[in-house]
């Protein structure tokens, strides 16, 4: 019933900037609070960056002051905005929010399938 897609990863050099978004599709009558996680080669799977519906966000350490989560509400959208990036940064990343569908009152937790980051010269 709910999609989240991904979309925005690819190839940049050290220092350089990507733009992710999340965009969820279906009988979505609310989105509540969107994450956006990562996953490198060997590790845990690790929260970057949460957005409540509201706006309040939260960051890991690692990408305080470079990464920069937004939402727009009316599209269905997340986005993470990453600058200065590095190689530390690869991984593929995931959206992860919570839905509420017209006819159940009760939220959902989706994931999406992922898109990947990847830091290099």
């Known amino acids: 019933q709910v999609q989240l897609r991904e979309s925005g990863g690819g190839l940049v050099q050290p220092g350089g900037s990507l733009r992710l978004s999340c965009t969820a599709s279906?009988?979505?009558?609310?989105?509540?609070?969107i994450g956006w996680y990562r996953q490198a080669p060997g590790n845990q799977r690790e929260l970057v960056a949460a957005?409540?519906?509201?706006?309040?966000?939260n960051y890991t350490d690692s990408v305080k002051g470079r990464f920069t989560i937004s939402r727009d509400n009316a599209k269905n959208t997340a986005y993470l905005q990453m600058n200065n990036l590095k190689p530390e940064d690869t991984a593929v990343y995931y959206c992860?929010?919570?839905?509420?569908?017209?006819?159940?009152?009760?939220?959902?937790?989706?994931w999406g399938q992922g898109t990947q980051v990847a830091v290099s010269s």
């Open positions: 279906g009988s979505i009558f609310r989105l509540y609070a």
């Open positions: 957005i409540t519906r509201g706006g309040d966000t």
């Open positions: 992860n929010a919570g839905v509420r569908v017209y006819g159940d009152p009760v939220a959902g937790n989706y």
